[in-house]
């Protein structure tokens, strides 16, 4: 079944991001993606999103559905037949608060999508997140809107930062069962009205990027948070990706 395009206001997305080794990021992701590399380091994180108004294209906004939710993404690459190198963002896990949402993941959503618990507090000045989902996966995140990005290692200010996240704008996960070797779900976040803002980690905690069995002592380190507020979006399915590489006829 093809998902259908959807419309929604992204009412906050904030964009956490880790610097990581390239060879741990790489044992983890599926054909044929490879980690994208920002000065020799891979890119990984976590999306805390709400959404608002979300429907399919041609439904009033009043329709649409509210929820919280989270995505653990790496920025990946990997070859177009077509079109060259390619750039994205896969998508391990996804977490949301809402039942709808988890229900018909994979259908009328992208990805599959497990139940999360979210507590949110903010304010024009301040963000917190925290999510305990069912499956054992914790994130807590609090941090100031600030003027400027300062103390990042992979962007180096705000406007670096906002282009490398506007042209990963393609989301792949996994298109069926855990090891089912399925082609990839692909789903394009489209909007005219981009526009982030700079943040300071207060504290940042991952079930995942802190895991020692998943991430070795030293090879994922926070970097940099940003915000995105009361933005339009549409979001376009792709053609499925296969999940192993295309061999060229001899």
Same mark, same amino acid.
């Given at each position: 079944?093809?998902?259908?395009?959807?419309?929604?206001?992204?009412?906050?997305?904030?964009?956490?991001?880790?610097?990581?080794?390239?060879?741990?990021? +790489? @044992?983890?992701?599926?054909?044929? %993606? /490879?980690?994208?590399?920002? #000065?020799?380091?891979?890119? *990984?994180? =976590?999306?805390?999103?709400?959404?608002?108004?979300?429907?399919?294209?041609?439904?009033?906004?009043?329709?649409?559905?509210?929820?919280?939710?989270?995505?653990?993404?790496?920025?990946?690459?990997?070859?177009?037949?077509?079109?060259?190198?390619?750039?994205?963002?896969?998508?391990?896990?996804?977490?949301?608060?809402?039942?709808?949402?988890?229900?018909?993941?994979?259908?009328?959503?992208? +990805? @599959?999508?497990?139940?999360?618990? %979210? /507590?949110?507090?903010?304010? #024009?000045?301040?963000?917190? *997140?925290? =999510?305990?989902?069912?499956?054992?996966?914790?994130?807590?995140?609090?941090?100031?809107?600030?003027?400027?990005?300062?103390?990042?290692?992979?962007?180096?200010?705000?406007?670096?930062?906002?282009?490398?996240?506007?042209?990963?704008?393609?989301?792949?996960?996994?298109?069926?069962?855990?090891?089912?070797?399925?082609?990839?779900?692909?789903?394009?976040?489209?909007?005219?009205?981009?526009?982030?803002?700079?943040?300071?980690?207060?504290?940042?905690?991952?079930?995942?990027?802190?895991?020692?069995?998943?991430?070795?002592?030293?090879?994922?380190?926070?970097?940099?948070?940003?915000?995105?507020?009361?933005?339009?979006?549409?979001?376009?399915?792709?053609?499925?990706?296969?999940?192993?590489?295309?061999?060229?006829?001899?």
């Amino acid at each position: 079944m093809v998902a259908p395009q959807l419309r929604a206001e992204v009412e906050r997305r904030l964009l956490l991001t880790w610097r990581a080794d390239p060879d741990v990021v +790489g @044992r983890l992701l599926p054909e044929p %993606f /490879r980690p994208q590399l920002v #000065d020799g380091a891979a890119v *990984v994180g =976590v999306c805390c999103l709400r959404l608002g108004a979300v429907r399919p294209r041609g439904l009033p906004a009043a329709v649409g559905v509210r929820a919280e939710n989270a995505a653990h993404r790496v920025a990946v690459v990997w070859d177009d037949p077509a079109a060259g190198e390619r750039t994205g963002v896969w998508v391990p896990q996804r977490h949301t608060a809402s039942r709808l949402v988890a229900l018909a993941g994979g259908r009328l959503f992208p +990805g @599959r999508q497990a139940r999360a618990r %979210f /507590r949110v507090e903010e304010t #024009d000045d301040r963000v917190h *997140v925290a =999510v305990e989902g069912a499956d054992g996966t914790s994130l807590a995140a609090d941090v100031d809107v600030v003027p400027e990005l300062l103390g990042s290692a992979l962007f180096a200010d705000l406007d670096a930062a906002s282009r490398f996240f506007e042209a990963g704008s393609t989301g792949w996960s996994a298109g069926g069962p855990p090891a089912s070797g399925a082609d990839h779900d692909g789903m394009r976040l489209e909007t005219d009205a981009w526009r982030v803002e700079a943040c300071r980690a207060r504290e940042v905690r991952s079930s995942l990027y802190d895991d020692p069995r998943a991430f070795p002592p030293g090879t994922a380190r926070f970097d940099s948070a940003l915000l995105m507020r009361r933005v339009p979006v549409t979001w376009t399915p792709l053609a499925p990706l296969p999940a192993r590489p295309v061999v060229a006829p001899a």
